[in-house]
């Protein structure tokens, strides 16, 4: 299941009128939680839309929790009317996040998971943050794009902290982080031998297993990018 944060405008307006018709399906049906909804060729007739447009609306639904496919039953109302129409009228609200919104996102998030990481790491999981490091150093060393490289060892922090939920947060903030990144703005003056201590010192801040140092030095290494969240604010 494909989920994104950030979609051209065309494709979710389309995929919001599609909810909405799906909302209004549901309502005008009276269906209540674990009533079956209407087949995918039912609803592509009736809203004049291709099945996959229905199929895409469907998917963002269930990622949100709010309708549930079962093997041979189909698709189903997961929770009752009042909570479904509530949810989905946040769900057609929801604008785009902005670059600094994604950020602060992931502050936020990765700062609980370093700690964690640093208590529940294996040593197959820091040889895997250690690769990513490597491949990271490489990178900016030869002065090559090395965004990518920096968010795979994020990412390996993430699978470090053994929580399922805040590894599927961060794989559903990676891409829109990569597509957005103001490079000019966030990046401008980066020190080779800085960014690669900052790095070394988180990565060793978890295999010590300090959770507080290993807060501390995540910290450190957002400061650029917490500096430029407040002076957004300030723009603002």
């Known amino acids: 299941m494909k989920i994104s944060l950030i979609e051209k405008d065309a494709k979710r307006i389309l995929q919001n009128e599609v909810i909405c018709n799906i909302r209004d399906l549901i309502n005008a049906k009276h269906l209540e939680r674990g009533d079956k909804l209407p087949s995918e060729r039912i609803m592509s007739e009736k809203f004049g839309v291709k099945r996959n447009h229905i199929r895409e609306a469907i998917r963002k639904l269930e990622f949100y929790g709010v309708i549930k496919s079962v ?11 009042t909570g479904f129409n509530g949810i989905i009228d946040e769900i057609v609200s929801l604008d785009a996040p902005s670059f600094s919104e994604l950020v602060e996102t992931r502050i936020s998030l990765e700062l609980k998971m370093v700690s964690l990481a640093a208590q529940r790491r294996s040593e197959t999981d820091l040889k ?10 490489a990178k900016i060393t030869q002065g090559k794009d090395y965004l ?6 994020h990412l390996a922090i993430a699978k470090a902290s053994k929580n399922s939920t805040m590894v599927s947060l961060m ?20 020190q080779v031998i800085t960014e690669i201590k900052k790095h070394e010192d988180v990565y060793k801040a978890i295999a010590s297993s300090d959770p507080t140092l290993a807060t501390k030095m995540m910290n450190v290494h957002f400061i650029k990018l917490s500096k430029y969240l407040e002076d957004q604010k ?3």
Do not use: N, W
Request: charged share 25%.
């Open 71 to 81: 093997s041979q039953s189909g698709t189903i109302l997961a929770i009752g009317l």
């Open 171 to 190: 794989l559903l903030l990676t891409p829109p982080i990569l597509s957005t990144y103001e490079r000019d703005t966030v990046c401008e003056g980066d």
């Open 234 to 236: 300030g723009i603002i």
């Open 148 to 153: 990518e490289e920096d968010l795979l060892f």
């Open 128 to 137: 895997k943050m250690r690769e990513a490091l490597e491949a990271f150093k």
